[in-house]
């Protein structure tokens, strides 16, 4: 007998973890349907509301969403074509920030009839804000004059998780965060433990099991809750804890038991894998841009670390080889026609990435560059070609060492990172809205960072994802997201413990 589960989504973002859910709810009979996603941040918004739209289309996308964007031209007023399909979606995405005043109250009502409606057949998904816990984050705090940890809200936003899932009760409940939060403490006590106990208590309680370790009797060890999405075919080394709530009722899983089955370490998918299909870009200035002063700036740059001694002779034979092919001076900065054919990928990532009503690439736009990062990243891009590594700082010649204060302090050894070809990208982070430094293509011919749409396959967004506002809110929505191909496995692990 089918069965149909409604999903509450919190702390959306552009809705990572609810594309793989709502994905895995329409494979089978049981059916897993969002019914409202709570995002604050108002183009976040803009990009649920539009996914929100298009899943309510049972038999695909409506043939004007491909039109637009196979012609290039502005989304058309849905609330004009599809008055009543865009009226849902924008009540089911919201912009509100939770833990503010009469916030819950407004979502209190959809909470109650859903539960009702459903009887009990609800999920809970989603992640409070991570800065409070991230390393980085707490590095930063640290230098805050009179920070207190005590009094920083986000530290208990996950407390405003725990109100909804009481006033919900859902049949399960998955809560994603950063690794960070392991080690984070609060009044001297590990706020991770505190985090457990209060989901445990929940509602009508839960039984709380990791889902890339053997399930254990007893107290579950907290790196247990870590999943490593490049484990799961995801071509990135994005390492998140999950934490996956059954309510009493619901028999949990024998000991021993491991939900989420890992990817063969040979099967494991490449950023050159990922992305090398889509068209080569050359970088560009971010002044006076045009492609005969990017090329001789580029020329001047190679000529440089051709000719200094204290480039290893490697490197400088891999510039002089680019030198000698020509450097992409013709190639333009965005294009949204088709590329070439990529290194083969595993086929159920290539259906879950691509769309064949899609004619053209979106978002596939690089950004302008200093004359000496454009040298930076030519050098980084060489090295690692050649090495398989990326240079650390300080293995960059002088006349490429940024002027920074604190160069020497050891902390920004990796600030110039090229992405390694041949395996899985480091963690993509909402940082890359604000440069490209740690997120260097690896190919050295186009001397540049990644686009947003090679974000976006890093992070598995299918390729007909839109992200809504400026190219900078553009990549802060990639990187802020679960990676919605690993949440499409969480989703199909969900299901299965339901069914």
Known sequence: MAREFGIVDLFAGPGGL????????????TRMDIRLSVEKEPTEVETLRLRAFLRSFENGFPQEYYDSLNAGTPLPDWSDIYPTKWAHAV??????????????????????????????????????????????????????????????????????YVKILDRLRPAAFVMENVKGMLSSTIDGGAIFRRVLEDLQKAGDGYHLVPLAAPIEEGETDARDFIVRAEEHGVPQARHRVFIVGLRSDIEPPEPGTILLQKTREEKRVSVKQAIFDLPKLRSGLSRNDNPETWHSEVIEQAERIGGSLSVPEDVRDEVAKLLSKGILNSSPRATSAKGRRAPRMPDELRQWLTDPGLKRILHHETRGHIADDLGRYLFSASWSKVRGTSPKLEEFPWFLQPEHKNRDSGKFKDRFRTQLAETPSTT???????????????????????TVREAARLQTFPD??????????????????????????????IRGLLE
Not at 468 to 483: I, K, L, S
Request: aromatic residues 10%.
């Open 428 to 450: 993509v982070t909402s940082h890359i809205s604000k440069d490209g430094h740690y997120f260097i293509h690896p190919d050295p011919a186009q001397i540049r960072s990644l």
């Open 91 to 160: 009540a089911e995405a919201r912009q509100l920030e939770l833990g503010e005043p009469g916030v819950f109250d407004e979502i209190a009502e959809v909470l109650d009839r859903n539960r009702e409606a459903l009887h009990g057949d609800t999920i809970l998904i989603g992640g409070p804000p991570c800065q409070a816990y991230s390393l980085v984050g707490r590095a930063r705090n640290k230098g805050k004059v009179c920070y207190v940890a005590e009094d920083d809200h986000r530290h208990f936003l996950y407390r405003e």
């Open 464 to 493: 007909n994802y839109y992200f809504h506002g400026p190219r900078t809110r553009q990549y802060h929505q990639v990187g802020n997201a679960v990676p919605p191909y690993l949440a499409l496995q969480i989703g199909r692990t």
């Open 18 to 29: 609810g594309e793989g859910f709502s994905a895995a709810g329409r494979e089978t009979d």
